[in-house]
């Protein structure tokens, strides 16, 4: 029997490009709902549903929920925030107050752990109440999907500024080095190598987590590929580590979910810089580097046309199963197949997709683990689509 109440909706983690398209896509299948007494947008995610600091989110037009799905970045403001005991019991006080039957939160992986905790305490204390976990993350992370909301429009992002760039390194020939987000797993770095159209085209090199990284080996494939092609573009993820598994570069703070910032300040570029050209040492040599950080989240007008239809698709679903069923769960991307591009909707426990992350196959790294392969790249091209094509002179 679907239970009847007021829903509470909060977004949660990075913000992305499509994070609102999941957020439209539930408020609008809710608003179809008869068992959704109420819809409660939870401003700064957790932090907000204890404060009840709350938007009514029954009030805005079509046009402005349309506005709103096609901007960037979270809505209702996002949070990192792990709750402990006390948190928890707030949050259930807030919903009992206000007879919240459904919550939904639109987050990654430890976004879910959250909402794992919430529908755990729920059952304990026999509150009729269902919590539906919305996935996104530029990461590509979540365990169970085939991919995540979020990601695309990201690797999107990163194939055209590294097609741009490349373009910039081949009129001005040198070595440059870009750093791109990944923690721990590589999905989004692999994504610059779709912005090769020619062999002699960059990133020549491809640099993830999930492989160790060695510096003197890195040295001596930046030398090889300036022999080979002149120059040399190398994408690069902020999570490399070396042999005893340790970042190769981070600022040593934590934030609350335990996470070390990685390399946001620019030092692991520069880092990587200093060790190429003590590889040149005594000679003239132009090496550069660029972290592109926070641009990649929430860039506007990149969108993955894919990713914004599934972001919209996987808000709309999870409203939908937790009224038909009121069983908790994380909702989840199934592909049918690529090409054409299709895919489907389904839900996950909780606990399959809370805390815990993925990474890159290992069919999708080279042997040497500097590059992707083709099976990477036929799995990564449907969700980004079609890039803009090169013109050459020479």
């Not at 959704?36 to 079509?62: N, R, V």
């Not at 929920?65 to 006080?93: D, Q, Y």
């Not at 640099?207 to 300036?226: G, H, I, M, N, S």
Request: aromatic letters at 8%.
């Amino acid at each position: 029997m679907a239970l009847t109440g007021k829903m509470v909706i909060g977004q949660s983690g990075g913000p992305t490009s499509v994070i609102n398209q999941s957020l439209v896509g539930a408020i609008l299948a809710a608003r179809k709902q008869a068992n959704i007494t109420g819809i409660l947008g939870a401003k700064h995610g957790l932090a907000g549903i204890m404060k009840e600091d709350f938007i009514d989110l029954t009030t805005q037009s079509d046009d402005e929920l349309e506005l709103l799905a096609n901007t960037p970045a979270a809505g209702l403001g996002s949070v990192r925030l792990k709750p402990g005991k006390a948190e928890c019991e707030r949050v259930f006080e807030v919903f009992r107050k206000n007879d919240v039957r459904y919550f939904f939160y639109i987050g990654g992986n430890d976004s879910a752990e959250t909402a794992h905790i919430i529908a755990e305490m729920a059952k304990e204390a026999n509150y009729d109440f269902c919590t539906i976990h919305i996935p996104k993350t530029i990461d590509n992370d979540l365990r169970v999907t085939d991919h995540c909301p979020g990601f695309a429009s990201a690797a999107r992002f990163v194939a055209l500024a590294f097609m741009g760039d490349d373009r910039d390194n081949n009129a001005l020939p040198g070595i440059k080095i870009n750093v791109v987000m990944g923690r721990d797993a590589g999905f989004l770095t692999a994504a610059s190598a779709l912005a090769r159209q020619s062999d002699s085209d960059g990133p020549h090199l491809i640099y993830l987590p999930e492989r160790t990284f060695d510096v003197a080996q890195f040295q001596a494939d930046v030398k090889a590929a300036v022999v080979k092609f002149g120059r040399c573009v190398v994408a690069v993820s902020e999570g490399i580590t070396d042999a005893d598994g340790n970042p190769v570069m981070t600022s040593g703070e934590r934030d609350s979910h335990g996470n070390l910032q990685l390399s946001g300040s620019g030092a692991l570029g520069d880092f990587l810089s200093a060790k190429v050209k003590e590889a040149y040492a005594g000679e003239t040599v132009r090496v550069r580097a660029d972290t592109f950080g926070y641009l990649q989240r929430s860039f506007a007008s990149i969108v993955s046309p894919v990713d914004a239809e599934e972001a919209r698709m996987v808000g709309a679903y999870g409203v939908n199963h937790a009224v038909k069923t009121a069983e908790p769960g994380s909702v989840a991307i199934r592909r049918i197949s690529s090409v054409p591009y299709a895919s489907e909707c389904f839900v996950t426990p909780l606990s399959t997709v809370a805390r815990e992350a993925t990474e890159m196959k290992g069919e999708y790294i080279n042997e040497a683990g500097n590059d992707v392969t083709q099976a990477w790249l036929d799995y990564v091209a449907p969700l980004v689509g079609d890039l803009p094509k090169i013109g050459r002179l020479f």
